[in-house]
């Protein structure tokens, strides 16, 4: 089978990790990628297999689709929420120019067993359905994750082009069993089409993370943004004596986390900015950590939990999302989402207590291998993009 991968609007490092699997495997003959910018891991954009794409010089020609009666459906249902957004251009200059890209990758030819996938149920998803609404009946698929899943928080109530997008594909891979039952209660047409299958890592001979004996260390790692709520971790730990947090990341946000923590305070924060992953498994490796913290309003399932545990290390984090599935009794301390401070002061007291023995971390290690191991993950994945592939085919020769 072929892959078209629509990665338009994408972060490529958070796909890279998928690629390199389909490009691995011997039931994927060749993908073909399409995106704003060149890939810049030269594995994959020059794997035999792979040819890449960069938008950026579509045809003026839009793909003839019944657009205005797209937008006018978009806005009788949601037109109050555009108007309290001003969201106006999603409507107009981004689906012309998404209808574009959809022409663009109909251009270079659709073979019969080719399947359409977005990473994310966004830009890539939406021009995915466009090309479904022209008339192309090759098997169409994304995944979802936490932005273009939970339409409250950064999404204001509502996500652009939501039903049409949903409706318009086959199937909808969420990565959290939270994730499919949100949509199947929003959306009940979904559920018969809406299958889990999580995401991985992967997974080495890493090293179990040793607990500090002295100083208490605690990490987050993650892109800072609004929903990541890194002040809020500040405020929760900052009287915490003989401790020191660490996050590893940056993001449009960054500078004002950097001035939000320069306040008095008994915490000490490093905040090294944009790490790699080999960083981040470097970092793990060499210092002895109590245990990862997030406090985010809005989750997935997220990979830096995975990361950080496939080293032993504990997790305290909000019941947000999908991270109820990642983060157990056994392996660290979910708290409510009205938490307090005390709450996240006796979460990280509980992690220093009870996940400081070897054995402790030994069995959140275990945990990741058993469950989140990308390997066995993106062949079940791949599995299942070939076996419905073949139906697809067979309903449709």
Same mark, same amino acid.
């Given at each position: 089978?072929?892959?078209?991968?629509?990665?338009?609007?994408?972060?490529? $490092? %958070?796909?890279?990790?998928?690629?390199?699997?389909?490009?691995?495997?011997?039931?994927?003959?060749?993908?073909?990628?399409?995106?704003?910018? /060149?890939?810049?891991?030269?594995?994959?954009?020059?794997?035999?297999?792979?040819?890449?794409?960069?938008?950026?010089?579509?045809?003026?020609?839009?793909?003839?689709?019944? @657009?205005?009666?797209?937008?006018?459906?978009?806005?009788? $249902?949601?037109?109050?929420?555009?108007?309290?957004? @001003?969201?106006?251009?999603?409507?107009?200059?981004?689906?012309?120019?998404?209808?574009?890209?959809?022409?663009?990758?109909?251009?270079?030819?659709?073979?019969?067993?080719?399947?359409?996938?977005?990473?994310?149920? !966004?830009? #890539?998803?939406?021009?995915?359905?466009?090309?479904?609404?022209?008339?192309? *009946?090759? +098997?169409?698929?994304? @995944?979802?994750?936490?932005?273009?899943?939970?339409?409250? !928080?950064? =999404?204001?109530?509502?996500?652009?082009?939501?039903? %049409?997008?949903?409706?318009?594909?086959?199937?909808?891979?969420?990565? $959290?069993?939270?994730?499919?039952?949100?949509?199947?209660?929003?959306?009940? &047409?979904?559920?018969?089409?809406? @299958?889990?299958?999580?995401?991985?890592?992967?997974?080495?001979?890493?090293?179990?993370?040793?607990?500090?004996?002295?100083?208490?260390?605690?990490? $987050?790692?993650?892109?800072? !943004?609004?929903?990541? =709520?890194?002040?809020?971790?500040?405020?929760?730990?900052?009287? %915490?004596?003989?401790?020191?947090?660490?996050?590893? #990341?940056?993001?449009?946000?960054?500078?004002?986390?950097?001035?939000?923590?320069?306040? /008095?305070?008994?915490?000490?924060?490093? +905040? /090294?900015?944009?790490?790699?992953?080999?960083?981040?498994?470097?970092?793990?490796?060499?210092?002895?950590?109590?245990?990862?913290?997030?406090?985010?309003?809005?989750?997935?399932?997220?990979?830096?939990?995975?990361?950080?545990?496939? %080293?032993?290390?504990?997790?305290?984090?909000?019941?947000?999302?999908?991270?109820?599935?990642?983060?157990?009794?056994?392996?660290?301390? +979910?708290?409510?989402?009205?938490?307090?401070?005390?709450?996240?002061?006796?979460?990280?007291?509980?992690?220093?207590?009870? &996940?400081?023995?070897?054995?402790?971390?030994?069995?959140?290690?275990? &945990?990741?291998?058993?469950?989140?191991?990308?390997? *066995?993950?993106?062949?079940?994945?791949? !599995?299942? +993009?070939?076996?419905?592939? =073949?139906?697809?085919?067979?309903?449709?020769?």
């Amino acid at each position: 089978m072929t892959i078209i991968f629509v990665a338009h609007n994408c972060n490529l $490092s %958070f796909i890279i990790t998928e690629l390199r699997f389909m490009l691995g495997s011997d039931k994927v003959r060749a993908v073909k990628v399409f995106t704003d910018f /060149p890939i810049e891991d030269l594995e994959v954009a020059f794997h035999d297999k792979c040819r890449v794409f960069v938008f950026g010089k579509e045809p003026k020609k839009v793909l003839e689709l019944p @657009r205005r009666g797209i937008i006018a459906k978009e806005i009788l $249902s949601h037109g109050f929420w555009y108007l309290k957004t @001003r969201k106006w251009k999603e409507l107009f200059l981004y689906s012309r120019d998404h209808m574009k890209k959809a022409r663009f990758i109909l251009d270079q030819g659709i073979p019969d067993d080719t399947i359409l996938y977005s990473f994310w149920a !966004g830009s #890539g998803a939406f021009i995915n359905a466009c090309l479904k609404q022209f008339g192309i *009946k090759n +098997l169409a698929i994304t @995944r979802l994750h936490a932005f273009d899943v939970y339409e409250e !928080g950064d =999404n204001h109530g509502h996500i652009p082009w939501r039903t %049409f997008v949903l409706k318009q594909l086959d199937y909808l891979i969420t990565i $959290s069993e939270h994730g499919k039952r949100y949509l199947a209660q929003k959306y009940p &047409f979904t559920h018969s089409k809406t @299958r889990t299958i999580t995401l991985g890592i992967p997974l080495k001979e890493e090293s179990i993370n040793s607990a500090p004996e002295h100083e208490q260390q605690i990490v $987050s790692c993650s892109w800072v !943004g609004t929903r990541k =709520n890194l002040t809020r971790v500040f405020d929760a730990l900052k009287d %915490f004596k003989n401790t020191t947090w660490t996050h590893l #990341g940056d993001g449009e946000d960054f500078e004002t986390l950097k001035n939000y923590v320069n306040r /008095p305070a008994s915490l000490k924060v490093k +905040l /090294p900015g944009r790490f790699t992953q080999q960083e981040i498994s470097a970092f793990y490796s060499e210092n002895k950590i109590t245990c990862f913290i997030s406090l985010s309003t809005n989750e997935g399932l997220p990979v830096s939990m995975m990361e950080a545990m496939a %080293f032993g290390i504990p997790v305290v984090s909000t019941d947000v999302g999908g991270c109820a599935e990642i983060v157990t009794p056994e392996t660290g301390v +979910l708290l409510p989402k009205n938490y307090t401070n005390e709450d996240v002061l006796n979460a990280v007291n509980t992690c220093a207590k009870e &996940f400081s023995s070897p054995e402790a971390r030994k069995r959140i290690q275990d &945990f990741i291998k058993a469950n989140f191991d990308a390997e *066995k993950n993106y062949r079940k994945f791949i !599995g299942f +993009l070939e076996e419905e592939n =073949n139906k697809h085919l067979a309903l449709h020769s």
